[in-house]
T-cell receptor, first 115, second 110 residues
Framework: NAGVTQTPKFRVLKTGQSMTLLCAQD?????MYWYRQDPGMGLRLIHYSVGEGTTAKGEVPDGYNVSRLKKQNFLLGLESAAPSQTSVYFCASRAPGLATEETQYFGPGTRLLVL | DAKTTQPPSMDCAEGRAANLPCNHSTISGNEYVYWYRQIHSQGPQYIIH???NNETNEMASLIITEDRKSSTLILPHATLRDTAVYYCIGKTNRDDKIIFGKGTRLHILP
C-alpha cells in the first residue's frame, strides 16, 4: 500500500494562475480531507469529503474548490492563485466507523509558493 | 469538538519520560481524546486515543483523569526523533472532521 500520496510535491505559481493538487489513497477510505499549514501554525481544514461525489467546506474554504469524482481521489483547485495561498497543503483520509478506525492518515504534503 | 488547551512548548531531556498535558474541560461524554504528532515538514501521524480508560501502545501511554477534563500523553523514553509538534484533539464518532489546534512543540534535549 502506498497510503496517501500527493502530486505535485512542490510548485511555484504566479499570481492569477490556476492549478490542481491531486490526492490519492489506496486504502478504500470513505473520508478525505485537505488542510493547509502556514509557517509556525497548526493545520487548518479547507474542504473535506465524506464519500464519492460529496464535498463540504472546512474552516478556510475561500479561494479553493474541490472535487471527489472517484473514491480514491480528492482534487483541490486554485482558480486564481494569490500570494496568501502560499502554504503547505496536506491531504488526509480515514475510514469512519468505530473509534478504532477513526485514525486519519496524512500524505507527505505539497509545498506551494505563489509569487 | 471539545476545545483543547496545550502549552505552546516543552523541553525534555533525552532518555527521560516526556509528559505532555492537555486540558479539555468542555469535553462531552462521547468525545474521544486523540493525539497526533507532526515531525518537521511531514504530515501528522496518529499516536493514540482514548475515551475513559488509560491506554498504552507501542508509541506512548495516555492517562485520562477520572473527570475527563484533562489528559497526559507520556513518551516513556524520549529520543531526539520525538522532537515534534504534538496535537491533542477531542472528537466524537459522529464528527466528520478533525480540527487541529496549535499543539505543543516538544524539544528533546541531548
Amino acid at each position: 500500500n502506498a497510503g496517501v500520496t500527493q502530486t505535485p510535491k512542490f510548485r511555484v505559481l504566479k499570481t492569477g494562475q490556476s492549478m490542481t493538487l491531486l490526492c490519492a489513497q489506496d486504502m478504500n477510505h470513505e473520508y478525505m480531507y485537505w488542510y493547509r499549514q502556514d509557517p509556525g501554525m497548526g493545520l487548518r481544514l479547507i474542504h473535506y469529503s465524506v464519500g464519492e461525489g460529496t464535498t463540504a467546506k472546512g474552516e478556510v474554504p475561500d479561494g479553493y474548490n474541490v472535487s471527489r469524482l472517484k473514491k480514491q481521489n480528492f482534487l483541490l483547485g486554485l482558480e486564481s492563485a494569490a500570494p496568501s495561498q502560499t502554504s503547505v497543503y496536506f491531504c488526509a483520509s480515514r475510514a469512519p466507523g468505530l473509534a478504532t478506525e477513526e485514525t486519519q492518515y496524512f500524505g507527505p504534503g505539497t509545498r506551494l509558493l505563489v509569487l | 469538538d471539545a476545545k483543547t488547551t496545550q502549552p505552546p512548548s516543552m523541553d525534555c531531556a533525552e532518555g527521560r519520560a516526556a509528559n505532555l498535558p492537555c486540558n479539555h474541560s468542555t469535553i462531552s461524554g462521547n468525545e474521544y481524546v486523540y493525539w497526533y504528532r507532526q515531525i518537521h515538514s511531514q504530515g501528522p501521524q496518529y499516536i493514540i486515543h482514548g475515551l475513559k480508560n488509560n491506554e498504552t501502545n507501542e508509541m506512548a501511554s495516555l492517562i485520562i483523569t477520572e473527570d475527563r477534563k484533562s489528559s497526559t500523553l507520556i513518551l516513556p523514553h524520549a529520543t531526539l526523533r520525538d522532537t515534534a509538534v504534538y496535537y491533542c484533539i477531542g472528537k466524537t464518532n459522529r464528527d466528520d472532521k478533525i480540527i487541529f489546534g496549535k499543539g505543543t512543540r516538544l524539544h528533546i534535549l541531548p
